[in-house]
């Protein structure tokens, strides 16, 4: 309300023209009370981003109302409200001070945090919540329709009170039920939490009142949603949607992306690559734009042609802008507004693509700054606001901080309020993982955290290598398929050279796939076997039921006293199998599962000297059909001990002037039957580290073990082949060889 004498003026001139003419009545604007104690009302800043946000949105129908005037926040707003600094709600309540307060604010909607003070004092919540009950029917006797919002309140942790802390879990675990209880069709009562995300540390200026940068930001950003709602007059969300934890498309066919990243701002004459894209069966492309701050910026009419090459090519288009990448660590890297900015600038290219088109964001919007990408919430908030505020209403996605791979969970723990700052609640939220996500564990924590938020996500980014470290890419590839989570790899072609394992194909030539081409295009819950084209492209069809056929019977090679390799004919499948399941028995025992294969190999290891063992195997496809069980193959391990039918050479040249070195390792097999698949294993003796990803084998180490496993080329050892893998590696003081060398799990000769 920011003027009464001005409103009264307005209704004077309005009765004045009334007798000449009665016009048709405008509707009255929604008048919002914030009520509550000092975090509302002093200076309650809040109130001030909600009004602006609201305003920036299009919901200028919104009176702010109460019996106290605004403070300053920066900026003119309506600041009127019913924040009473140091009031418990237990004492409004016995007071009976509610009345007064509503006789003259007269609210449709109240928004409602507290119960602060009165945890402070130590009043039990279930006495706070008595005192609800009573405001809330002096609310509905002021306004039998009025709309509560009641917050579960921000944390607090004052130097006094050491049980406040708890206090407020008690009295936020209770608020959820008594809401329930007491909502009716005519007056509902909406919960927001405020609580979680919230950090005392970091968002209060003592523990209690919430500061003036990400304290009032996160406040504000749980709000709005939340009183977009109760106003009850924003469009429904057209084309590509979220629906609970899915992409689905406009007739609410489930969309799930499997695609290919490709750097257009770089390679703008590489056009042809979206067709051949599109022949690896790919569903979606990620097209990488500029805007402005370091590339491009791409211009409208540009953004049409890729959005051309899209739709010729029957692939949904994924836009994203680079320039944001590393923001708070990235020299020149520009800001989310910024992004938000480029977008409504080439609204023209995006608006009537709902169908066809997802804007992403900005590309990994914040670098590892802690403090920076503390704000990741309001950032991509007040962006995702911008955009909605000038009529974009497509599938948003939202990149995580920390480059992507939000090592520090904050896109995890906020992405709940970000997704209630959409007024469509369109937004999509896509983490890239590389060194981050080296284990199955990692990658089926962050899926199991938003799957269990209930919150839309997909693998906007991966590689099966990084300089950060190697990421665990066949759980990536096979969580999200039995989850049906949609992921993007990074990228088809033309990376520097630091980073150039991370092409799909050499020179964007489609007949020259590297080894992470094949194996994200071609292997097992890849891009070929799990994609499935838009509904809007004419895609879909019936569902998959069809099982492959039987694999060959298993043949076992290369048997030492502690290790075999298996091979076998393939299955076919009327789709595509996706990979192997092998199963072992010990003598004449049951038969249990021993791992997985994606192609018609499998090397096991760690046996028993002088065992016999029974193996089977059977095929599976992406819809989840399995084959019949394979025949039966048996093998016997050897005795055990003595020299193995394998030599190693090591050597090692240590670096000028420095603690590095490079190692270079000759291997032979020096068997009579061929190898198909080895595994060359060793210690160091002396402290030194591996620097991965080495070279002509995929090494890992744990302490000082190191092991080395064949890469697809080289797996394959006829009697008296050899073959050389190496590394780069640092030590301290001395430098010795490993003392010995085992090839699958038998000792070798050392030359």
Not at 686 to 714: E, H, M, R
């Amino acid at each position: 309300m920011l003027s009464r004498f001005l409103r009264a003026v307005v209704a004077a001139l309005v009765l004045v023209a009334c007798v000449v003419a009665t016009p048709a009545a405008a509707a009255a604007p929604t008048r919002i009370m914030a009520l509550g104690d000092s975090i509302t009302g002093s200076p309650g800043c809040w109130r001030a981003l909600l009004w602006k946000h609201l305003r920036d949105t299009g919901h200028t129908d919104v009176d702010f109302v109460g019996t106290l005037p605004g403070d300053g926040c920066g900026f003119t707003y309506d600041g009127e409200h019913d924040g009473h600094g140091g009031y418990l709600a237990t004492n409004i309540a016995r007071d009976n001070q509610l009345p007064g307060w509503l006789a003259s604010a007269r609210p449709d909607v109240v928004l409602m945090h507290l119960g602060t003070n009165d945890v402070w004092s130590n009043i039990p919540a279930s006495t706070i919540l008595n005192a609800y009950t009573t405001l809330l029917g002096q609310m509905r006797a002021s306004n039998p329709a009025v709309k509560l919002v009641v917050a579960q309140i921000i944390p607090m942790t004052p130097a006094n009170c050491s049980a406040c802390g708890q206090r407020v879990v008690d009295l936020n675990s209770a608020i959820p039920g008594w809401a329930r209880a007491n909502s009716t069709t005519a007056s509902p009562i909406t919960v927001v939490d405020q609580w979680t995300g919230f950090d005392t540390a970091t968002d209060t200026t003592d523990g209690v009142h919430p500061n003036g940068g990400t304290g009032i930001q996160k406040m504000e950003s749980r709000w709005y949603p939340a009183v977009v709602a109760a106003l009850g007059n924003q469009p429904a969300a057209t084309g590509l949607r979220v629906d609970g934890t899915r992409v689905v498309e406009a007739n609410g066919t489930p969309f799930v992306m499997r695609g290919v990243n490709h750097a257009h701002v770089w390679y703008q004459s590489q056009t042809r690559a979206f067709a051949d894209i599109k022949s690896f069966g790919a569903n979606t492309v990620r097209v990488v734009l500029g805007s402005g701050q370091r590339w491009g910026p791409t211009p409208a009419s540009e953004v049409s042609t890729v959005i051309g090459l899209c739709k010729q090519n029957k692939l949904i288009c994924v836009l994203e802008v680079h320039d944001t990448t590393g923001y708070g660590e990235q020299s020149g890297a520009a800001t989310l507004d910024q992004a938000a900015s480029y977008w409504i600038s080439v609204a023209s290219a995006l608006q009537g693509q709902e169908n066809y088109v997802v804007i992403n964001l900005g590309n990994e919007p914040f670098g590892n700054n802690a403090q920076t990408s503390a704000t990741w919430a309001s950032a991509t908030s007040s962006a995702i606001s911008r955009l909605r505020g000038a009529g974009l209403q497509h599938l948003l996605m939202a990149d995580a901080p920390m480059w992507g791979q939000d090592w520090g969970n904050i896109m995890r723990d906020n992405a709940a309020s970000v997704l209630n700052a959409d007024p469509q609640r369109n937004t999509v939220f896509s983490v890239h993982m590389y060194g981050v996500y080296n284990t199955a564990d990692k990658v089926n924590a962050y899926f199991d955290a938003f799957r269990t938020a209930g919150l839309p996500l997909v693998v906007g980014e991966f590689g099966h290598n990084h300089s950060d470290g190697d990421p665990d890419e066949d759980t990536i590839l096979a969580q999200a398929q039995a989850r049906g989570l949609g992921y993007l790899g990074w990228s088809w072609s033309g990376n520097s050279s630091d980073v150039g394992y991370l092409d799909m194909v050499n020179s964007f030539n489609p007949a020259s796939l590297t080894s992470w081409g094949e194996r994200i295009l071609n292997g097992a819950n890849g891009i070929r076997q799990t994609s499935k084209e838009a509904t809007i492209y004419g895609g879909g069809g019936p569902a998959d039921t069809q099982p492959p056929s039987t694999p060959g019977t298993p043949a076992a090679s290369g048997v030492t006293s502690s290790g075999l390799t298996l091979s076998w004919a393939a299955s076919t499948d009327n789709v595509g199998v996706t990979g192997y399941d092998v199963f072992r028995a010990v003598g004449s025992g049951s038969f249990a599962q021993a791992g997985s294969s994606a192609t018609t190999s499998f090397t096991d290891s760690g046996l028993s000297p002088s065992t016999t063992y029974r193996y089977q195997v059977r095929a599976k496809d992406a819809a989840g059909n399995v084959s019949a069980t394979s025949g039966t193959a048996s093998a016997t391990t050897g005795a055990g001990g003595g020299t193995g039918a394998c030599r190693v050479g090591y050597s090692a040249q240590n670096w000028g002037g420095g603690n590095g070195f490079t190692a270079s390792i000759a291997i032979t097999n020096t068997g009579t039957t061929a190898l198909n698949g080895w595994t060359l294993a060793f210690s160091f003796a002396n402290g030194q580290g591996v620097t991965l990803p080495g070279w002509g084998a995929t090494f890992a180490q744990s302490g000082a073990a190191v092991t080395a496993t064949n890469l697809s080329w080289n797996g394959a050892l006829a009697p008296n082949a050899s073959t050389t893998i190496g590394f780069n590696g640092t030590f301290n003081g001395t430098n010795p060889a490993p003392s010995s060398f085992t090839l699958n799990g038998s000792t070798c000769t050392t030359a």
